[in-house]
């Protein structure tokens, strides 16, 4: 039994599993009792992916794929850049309103023109890895700023931190897929954090 728990335990850290958290770092929520549609932008400042900077992260990936195949980096980083408003920026949203909707009416627009806009800036991604006979989880660190653009006066300030929701049956062998799962669970278990400290 004991021989049991010590692999279950090795194979979590293999994986790379942290738990995820989320937090008010600064300000209050308090506004969002009122609310029923709040913008929100996404922006990738100063990420990093993984140990490295996007910059270095990118230009390694690019020179490798197209060593690789004349062509295939630039493909990457067209894809790498369009994915995440095809499938990560959708999916927080998606996730997010599944939650809201159901409990307060509040959804998230990505329109000008409503009185808070939420920037949420990812910090850090894990792409993660699947190789068959070992992986590793992706996972992204979000920042959510909340601006009331009638005074311009920061409301609140949100952190996501170590969002993963990977296929644990093991067939999530692709990049974009790991780490749009873990926009979803971060746009979800936000939107459950929202509901649970307003208790909406």
């Known amino acids: 039994m004991k021989t049991l728990f010590s692999m279950l335990v090795m ?53 490798e794929s197209n060593d690789k ?33 159901d409990k307060r009416g509040i959804e998230l627009t990505e329109n000008d023109g409503n009185r808070y806009v939420m920037t949420v800036n990812t910090h850090f991604t894990e ?7 070992a992986r590793k989880n992706a996972s992204v660190s979000l920042v959510a700023t909340i601006i009331d653009t009638e005074t311009g006066k920061e409301i609140a300030v949100i952190i996501i931190d170590n969002s993963s929701a990977n296929n644990f049956m093991g067939m999530d062998f692709d990049v974009a897929y790991r780490i749009q799962e873990s926009y979803a669970k971060a746009g979800r278990e936000l939107a459950k954090f929202l509901v649970k400290k307003l208790k909406l």
């Open 11 to 63: 194979c979590l850290l293999a994986t790379g599993i942290y738990a995820q958290r989320i937090a008010v770092k600064s300000g209050s929520i308090d506004f969002l009792k009122n609310e029923k549609i709040l913008t929100v932008k996404f922006t990738y400042n100063n990420m990093r992916v993984g140990k490295m900077t996007e910059e270095d992260y990118v230009s390694k990936k690019i020179i």
């Open 69 to 101: 195949e004349p062509g295939k980096g630039d493909n990457w980083y067209k894809m790498w850049i369009d994915d995440r408003s095809n499938r990560f920026e959708p999916k927080f949203i998606e996730l997010f309103d599944k939650i809201m909707s």
């Open 127 to 133: 792409p993660g890895f699947n190789v068959g006979v």
